[in-house]
Every structure is written in C-alpha cells, then in structure tokens.
C-alpha cells in the first residue's frame, strides 16, 4: 500500500487533513489580582499575568486584536475569608470587560472560592477545620455565580468539585432571570499536579501543607473533592450527573495526560466538550523551549490538535492571544 503518495506535498496534506483548529474554538484564560499595583509576570507561562483592572483592559483589547474571542476570568481578591465571599471584586471586573468590549467578547468566569478562602480550599470549612463543608459550599458557589452572571458574564465554569453545584447553580439563575447564563461545568476534573503554575497566579494553594494533624489529613491537598486520576469510572459519573443536572458544556482537565478521558466521554455524552490545556502542560512545553529543546509553536500547535483529534470542541489554553502565530506553523 503507498501511503506516502498523500504525504508528498504541502497541497495534498492541507486537502486531506482531517483535523483544523481555528482561533474562534480557543478560549484564553485571563486573572485579574485585586490591590496590585501593576501587573505581575506569571511564573513559567510567558505572556500570561496577574493584571490590574487597568492593565486587564489593555491586555484584553489586544487579545481581541489577535483574535481572542472568549475569556476565562479568575478574580483574585486582596482580602481572603472564611466564608460570605461577595465576588466584588470579579463582578466589576466582568461589568468593565462587557461595557468596554460587549459582544465582541464572550465573558466566562471561573467560579470557585480556592482564591478567595484563607486556607486556599474550593470550599468552606466545617468549625473543627477538618474538612470541606458541601451543603454550605455549594450555596456560597451558587451566589457567586449569580453576582457574576448579574455583572454581565455570559457563562459561568463551576471549577470547584463540590457535588450538587450545577443544579444549584442553574436554579439560583433561572431565579434572577438570568436563564440565558451559559454553564460550563469542570466535570472531569482531576486531582493533578499538574496546576502548579496556576497556583502561584490565582493565590490559591491549599495553605494546610503537611496536615497539622490526622485529623486534618483531608485538608492537605485537593483529593476529597478532585477525582482520582486512578478512577476513569468517576469522571465518567461527574460528567453523566451534571450533563442531567443541566450543565450546557462540560469540561475534561487537565487536557493531554487525560485524552483517553476525552476521547472516551465525548462520544459517550453528546453535549459540547471543552479540554484545559491547564498551566502545567502549557509550562512544560515553554520550559523545553527555554532550554533549546524543542520548537514552542509547533509543539503547541500539536498538542491542540490532539485535543481536537479526541473529541474537543473548544480549548482552553493560554497560548489562545498566540494563536495567529502557532496555528500558521500548521500551514
Ligand atoms: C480552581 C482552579 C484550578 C485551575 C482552574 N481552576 C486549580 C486547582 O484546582 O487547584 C487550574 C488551571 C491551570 O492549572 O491552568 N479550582
């Protein structure tokens, strides 16, 4: 069989691929970080920053130049809490971007407490702090998402883990009128370490690190509420129960250690999937670079088409303002 007769030219390659990735499938993540003064450089991602609300304006007028056309906000606020988290700070942050940028910008904001909480959980904490409350999470998620879809978000991405949260979610919506709010769940999200880089960005870090005592052993890291990346079989039920619980996109992450997930669950579930190409992954492949190893642009243009080849129909990276340039290495 001569397989290499379609493989001989530029022109017969480009007529026969079977996979294209296009600027208008990538979302980029952006952070806003209450009380700083100007932007700051995140740590193993070029280009990616904690922004101001000034600078936040100026970096996303660029992206949509580059042909940005969807954010994921993170809003990191100056003062931590316990519990009775208020989303100001986000919520203006989401009202200037729409004001400025209305629809030529889709506006989705992560929603979690992981930056918010003192002790950097995606919860709050039961008064003996042992472990994460789910009831009461949830509820302080569901206001969150509601400030954040009053302040004009178009989608909301519940990245938290807690069980119960999109049909909480969806509820306290359809309460305020805001049925159109779109949500985007994180439902095969794994307990990674692969959000590294991410941590340091959203000051979000469990702060109990080696657990005081055996008692506090679940507060260590994420693993009470993040699945197990031993367990396929729990990604699968995360994304069957919130798909029923009216999720209208659904999340694998991180992307490229999990395609197997991917692959799996969307044809399985016939909602639209979204894949994070998570801070990690994107870091590993610039900090190659970094040491001569390897092409960045190419690399990353191949990890996304991965992405797409198993079943993604949008791709959350922080390469989405380089697109241009990455995706032309594919001409
Ligand atoms: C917060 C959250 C995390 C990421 C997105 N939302 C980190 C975590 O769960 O610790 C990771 C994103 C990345 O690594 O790029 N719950």
């Not at 290499?4 to 806003?32: A, C, K, N, W």
């Not at 509820?139 to 879809?149: F, I, K, S, T």
């Not at 999109?166 to 779109?182: G, P, S, V, Y």
Request: include cysteine; charge should be neutral.
């Amino acid at each position: 069989m001569n397989l290499r007769r379609l493989r001989q030219s530029r022109q017969i390659r480009g007529l026969t691929r079977e996979i294209h990735v296009t600027p208008d499938s990538l979302m980029q993540p952006i952070f806003y970080a209450e009380g700083i003064r100007s932007r700051e450089a995140v740590p193993g991602l070029p280009g990616v920053f904690r922004e101001t609300a000034d600078s936040l304006l100026k970096q996303t007028e660029a992206d949509l130049k580059a042909g940005v056309s969807s954010v994921l906000l993170f809003g990191v606020p100056g003062e931590k809490r316990e519990s009775g988290f208020s989303g100001e700070a986000t919520a203006r942050q989401i009202s200037a971007l729409k004001k400025a940028f209305g629809q030529d910008l889709l506006v989705a904001v992560d929603v979690c407490v992981c930056s918010y909480t003192t002790h950097g959980h995606c919860g709050v904490l039961n008064a003996e702090q042992d472990h994460v409350l789910n009831r009461e999470s949830v509820d302080e998620l569901a206001q969150l998402a509601r400030v954040y879809a009053q302040a004009g978000a178009d989608m909301v991405a519940p990245s938290d883990m807690m069980d119960g949260r999109i049909a909480a979610i969806r509820a306290t919506l359809d309460q305020h009128n805001l049925e159109r709010t779109l949500i985007m769940s994180y439902a095969a999200k794994f307990h990674s370490r692969f959000y590294g880089p991410f941590r340091a960005a959203a000051d979000s870090a469990p702060k109990v690190r080696e657990a005081a005592s055996p008692a506090h052993a679940a507060l260590k890291d994420r693993a009470t509420y993040q699945i197990d990346p031993a367990r396929p079989s729990d990604a699968f039920l995360s994304a069957q129960r919130d798909a029923d619980e009216g999720a209208d996109l659904l999340m694998v992450k991180p992307g490229l250690p999990y395609l197997d997930i991917l692959a799996r669950l969307s044809s399985e579930i016939s909602l639209p999937w979204a894949v994070y190409e998570v801070s990690g992954e994107y870091a590993a492949i610039e900090a190659l670079a970094e040491k001569g190893l390897i092409d960045p642009l190419r690399a990353h243009a191949e990890s996304w088409i991965a992405f797409k080849r198993a079943g993604a129909s949008l791709i959350i990276t922080y390469g989405a303002r380089n697109a241009r340039e990455i995706l032309k290495t594919l001409e």
